[in-house]
């Protein structure tokens, strides 16, 4: 596709309950990332997966946090059992190579009730 | 750690001035700097990438500064117009961790007519 595009836009849920959310990058980039922005904070760093290596794990906060990227290119970030804290803009963005030009998707706004 | 800050927080400028956006950062082994805009409400969009060999990247209207060893970048504006008016973030990306790119908290700028 022409951008990174990340599905659903909005996200409203129950505390406890589990969500996904995918992540399209864009064709060809070995590289993609997610991040997480909650209200009035930075952007806070979560995983990295680039090609076929391990991906970096070392941003997600809980075990409640997981991801994958099947066939090097669609993500998906689960969150289990979610908490009211959860709450945030979920980013994901990609890159052709590891340490280029990164290209950002619109997000998915989580809110836990 | 890396630490990025953005100063100032929030600027407020008529139409036409020219301005700066300053970012520093304390580790200055970095692999390259990176500003985005972000509109309320979207993802970031990235503006203008500079590696560390790098002092300036251009683009249009935009002219991106680094000085690696004072751990400083700047993001010149020249003729500003309303629609700069966005979120305005550094990230800078440790040298030999392609994953971690550590954003500021940007700077939030109101071009009025």
């Known amino acids: 596709g022409a951008g990174v595009s990340q599905s659903p836009s909005n996200k409203v849920t129950e505390k406890g309950k589990d969500v996904e959310l995918r992540c399209d990058p864009i064709?060809?980039?070995?590289?993609l990332y997610w991040y997480r922005q909650s209200l009035g904070q930075g952007l806070e760093f979560l995983i990295y997966?680039?090609?076929?290596?391990?991906?970096?794990k070392s941003g997600l906060p809980s075990d409640r946090f997981s991801a994958e990227r099947t066939g090097g290119s669609v993500s998906t970030l689960t969150i289990q059992r979610t908490q009211q804290e959860d709450s945030a803009v979920y980013l994901c963005?990609?890159?052709?190579?590891?340490?280029?030009?990164?290209?950002f998707g619109s997000g998915t706004q989580l809110s836990v009730l | 750690k890396q630490e990025v800050t953005q100063i100032p927080a929030a600027l407020s400028v008529p139409e036409g001035e020219n301005l700066v956006l300053n970012c520093s950062f304390t580790?200055?082994?970095?692999?390259?700097l990176q500003w985005f805009r972000q509109d309320p409400g979207k993802g970031l969009t990235s503006l203008l990438l500079?590696?560390?060999?790098?002092r300036e990247q251009t683009s249009g209207r935009l002219n991106a500064s680094l000085d690696k060893s004072s751990g400083r970048s700047t993001l010149y504006i020249a003729a500003s117009q309303p629609g700069d008016s966005a979120t305005y973030l550094c990230?800078?990306?440790?040298?030999?961790?392609?994953?971690?790119?550590?954003f500021g908290t940007g700077t939030r700028l109101q071009v009025t007519l």
């Open positions: 963005a990609s890159s052709l190579e590891g340490a280029g030009k990164m290209f």
């Open positions: 064709s060809g980039h070995t590289a």
């Open positions: 997966f680039q090609g076929n290596s391990a991906p970096d």
């Open positions: 580790d200055s082994a970095i692999y390259n």
């Open positions: 500079i590696q560390s060999s790098q």
């Open positions: 990230a800078v990306r440790i040298a030999g961790t392609a994953s971690k790119l550590t």
